[in-house]
């Protein structure tokens, strides 16, 4: 089996996504090559094949350029799979590989199966296992999901040019807008999930989060529903960090939350369900109810500073 993994940069540097695909090819057992836009002086730390563009020449993203570009090197390497990341990129160049080699598509891999691949679906709540229904697929893998693996080596550099010409010219990023709210830099988040109840108990969360003096934080479905700003979002859809301390309050675990978290230093879930999939990855469930559970650990935290 192989795999030719689509790696990334952004401004010169390259994404430790990069890392995750190969890790992900790991667990397939795949013989690996890899296609990047990049430059000479950063490279993976990877001893396979690399197909390098330049992007000084071709942009760090182009989909007419690099559709092609990465074209020419599923024609060197004939991949069983075309591994993206589901990023920005992944989201809009994996389709536009995908039809012009007319080959199946699989998005938001989030793990591997014994009959194919598994991803999410009914928005998060379960997962379904599929199989691509053609011998070379393309694939897009969940960010987070999979364990990165930096192999070490240096790459064996093949250089690929294109003489397509494309009307798309690469001007740069665009920051995204500032607010209040980084939870990326938070060492504490306490984040609230639908088992909060209702708007008026998320007040809880943002109380338990100033009295661990961290900040809080909360689950697509209760950004959804108004209770909190969206500047607050954790998950693949929201913001992905790595805290000393994640508390889960009333979160079930889709695996887009799951995926947002998986780099917390110590993760504490308080749910009702004992069998709640935020158990797999908390290093401590409590089985409770949060609207019960958290005014009382409220007032025992106030207590003891004060104190």
């Known amino acids: 089996m192989k795999a030719l993994l ?51 020449k071709y942009g760090e993203y182009n989909p007419d350029l690099h559709k092609e570009l990465i074209l020419a090197a599923v024609r060197h390497e ?34 591997l199966a014994a009959a194919g691949f598994e991803v999410p679906c009914l928005n998060g709540r379960m997962r379904r296992t599929v199989r691509p229904a053609t011998a070379q697929a393309v694939l897009t893998i969940q960010a987070g999901t999979f364990a990165p693996l930096i192999p070490g080596g240096t790459p064996q550099v093949e250089r690929l040019e294109t003489a397509v010409k494309s009307i798309i010219e690469f001007v740069g990023y665009e920051a995204a807008e500032m607010t209040e709210v980084d939870l990326g830099r938070a060492e504490v988040i306490v984040s609230a999930g639908r088992g909060e109840g209702k708007k008026e108990n998320s007040a809880r969360i943002t109380d338990l989060a100033k009295a661990l003096g961290g900040e809080a934080g909360a689950t697509r479905p209760v950004v959804d529903a108004g209770w909190m700003e969206k500047s607050r979002q954790v998950g693949a859809t929201g913001q992905t960090f790595a805290p000393g301390l994640y508390l889960a309050c009333g979160i079930s675990g889709a695996i887009q939350h799951l995926a947002g978290i998986k780099k917390s230093g110590f993760i504490i879930a308080i749910n009702r369900d004992k069998d709640a999939s935020i158990g797999e990855v908390a290093d401590v469930l409590v089985v409770a109810d949060v609207v019960q559970l958290l005014p009382a650990l409220i007032e025992r935290l106030k207590n003891r500073c004060s104190g």
């Open 78 to 111: 004939q991949p069983d799979y075309i591994v993206f990341s589901h990023s920005s990129y992944g989201w809009d160049l994996a389709p536009r590989v995908a039809a012009s080699l007319r080959i199946a598509q699989v998005s938001e891999v989030v793990a």
């Open 6 to 56: 689509i790696g990334e940069c952004r401004e010169g540097k390259l994404l430790d996504s990069i890392y995750e695909l190969i890790g992900f090819a790991a667990l397939l057992g795949a013989d690996t090559a890899m296609f990047l836009a990049g430059g000479d002086s950063r490279l993976p730390s990877f001893g396979g094949r690399l197909y390098l563009a330049d992007a000084l």
